[in-house]
């Protein structure tokens, strides 16, 4: 791809293969010519899934359907197409997906309920399973566990870079590792452009424990970014624990301690790739970090960052490199949450600059407009009512972002 | 001005005086140089108030001022500058609103509580009321009635153009009066654009029965536009009755019916202005009227509305001229109100492009196409589970607005 975001990581990490896991990746031509749009996983016998989906009112028949199979909990197989969303397309989206489905049962002998299904791509054009269905037995002769860059590489729509992330964690004192990779660029582009995650682990739970770590580790991650602040129709989060190797005792209770350190690394994994769609946010120069203390709640807290984080005053002057902090103030007003105006304290880059609802007498102004210059913007803002907090991550909004999406589909 | 929005109306509209209102405006240099940026109103004795301010939890001094007098029910003068908003500046900012209100009243003769003040500009500046002060009486001398445009063009900030509307009005068969100004261009830049709206009527109306006027009218209004969904923390709309010279018999209850066309008239003299407002938002080139029908209550389809209004991704596809009305999907789906997918409908200036939860077979792309490149565009949605409806309108989003915001201070 021409451009990459300045923003990226060097290059894609390494990351380790999950026993129970393979993958393998091609064209089947359902909307892109020459590249790689189709992803296959398959996943041993016994797999746990558990699924956090979009909010949105408008789900795609790809998310309705996995809404459904993962409350089986069972898992065999993964298959995600990028060029078509299949949503908003009425009762043929709910064919196709059927069809890709029987597709992949065919091949891995297994039951519908344990196929799971993702599309990234145009809105409200019908999709034509046909070419999927017909590619899926090349991509099984070609399963491999290692093929993660190729795999992250397939699902990009928009992306200018794929997305990894891995990390090992401990349980009951044994290892296990878990391995994931995402897609998005905006969050969301409704259009070309839809946050998918899909996270592999080869820890032994059942669906049920599975469910409540992904859930909090979601709300922390992929609920704490934005790139634009519109929600797309697809957006999709599925963990699978293939419990293949693993050598750690059951856990079964959903509360069990034993658990604690998974669960911070699922959780910071999580933070990893939902940060890398942050920084490839379309036409992003910059990766900003917001912070609110001292709100009533961490629900109202988060409410004040993302209003921050959202606000297209705020993202220009991110954008122009401009320590234009009275747009924090607009934004921590608009939030509807309670705000203390004659308490509120605001840093950049850990210089005050206001303090007790007003500018701080004869600040420093030189390392805050070095700071904004940067790649990385800090924003710190406690508003004096209470002990809530919380960060979000988001991009600025820059020229470039209009073109993208001024100027989408033709 | 250099640039004028190509929204903008062909040229100021004649606005006839209002018996009891004389104004004028001038140059007193709080941050502009060469252009005038204050204006005084001078109010007849026994004029009444109503005001609906900003719900920014962060107000201005000005706001947290007229919020207080407005309850007097009583206005004698009205005094604006821009060029500073007055707004999250600590107790300095409440002394400057008392300093030039002390001022206003010493001239004219009258209570702290009957004058108004407004600022419009940057926020978080300390600002200096002396020259404010120092040029009222220069401004007194020089009173007119009929000095509307000048009026209209001293209150503007990144205005590109004056903004005024009359109507009048029969109240039990004898003729009123309305005749009103606003600014603002972003709704709202909270940095130096806010909206500001002062109404004045020669109807003799007690404040009360003004305030219940006043409030479903500006809802219908102010608080049906959009332009980047940012709320400024000095938004003011201020309704005078002067009483002088009407001659319709005394209303004192607050649903007399005799009032029907003078809300009437006053809502379309709102929706004109607010209107007017869109048509000079930062960057716009093309003015959008989003309609959303059967939506659960009304209060539901204003929401709805207001997400496809806000989204950053329907904006910029009207900047594009692109049809792409899956964002105005995705829109519906974020607004977090029922919404029946199934039984959505879209139409696109008149033509109808989805249906039953996709898109119409073979519906003519060429006339929608066409509607897009125009100034002008009509989104209707009809989101099927009941009868509630709402219009909100909009501007498009361009990298005009970008260049503006992300470069403003400098």
Known sequence: MAHRSPLAPKEFPALPPVPGVRMASGACGVRYEGREDLLLVELTPGTTVAGVFTRSRMPSAPVDWCRKAVTGGAARAVVVNTGNANAFTGAAGIQA?????????????CRPEEVFVASTGVIAEKMDPAPIVSALPGLRDKLRDDAWEAAATAIMTTDTFPKGASRSAVIDGRPVVLSGIAKGAGMIAPDMATMLAFVFTDAAL????LETCLRPAADKSFNAVSVDGDTSTSDTVLLFATGAGADHPPI??????????FRRKLTELLIDLAQQIVRDGEGASKFATITVTGAASARAARRIARAIADSPLVKTAIAGADANW???????GKAGERAERDRLAIHIGGVRVAENGTAVPGYDEAPVAAHMKGREVEIAVDVGVGRGRATVWTCDLTEEYIRINADYRS
């Open 252 to 261: 079964t209770s959903l509360g069990d301690p034993r658990l604690r350190d």
């Open 326 to 332: 009275g747009r924090i103030v607009m934004a921590v």
């Open 206 to 209: 059942p669906a049920g424990v």
């Open 97 to 109: 997906v059927e069809k890709t489905v029987s597709g992949a049962c065919a091949l891995l002998g």
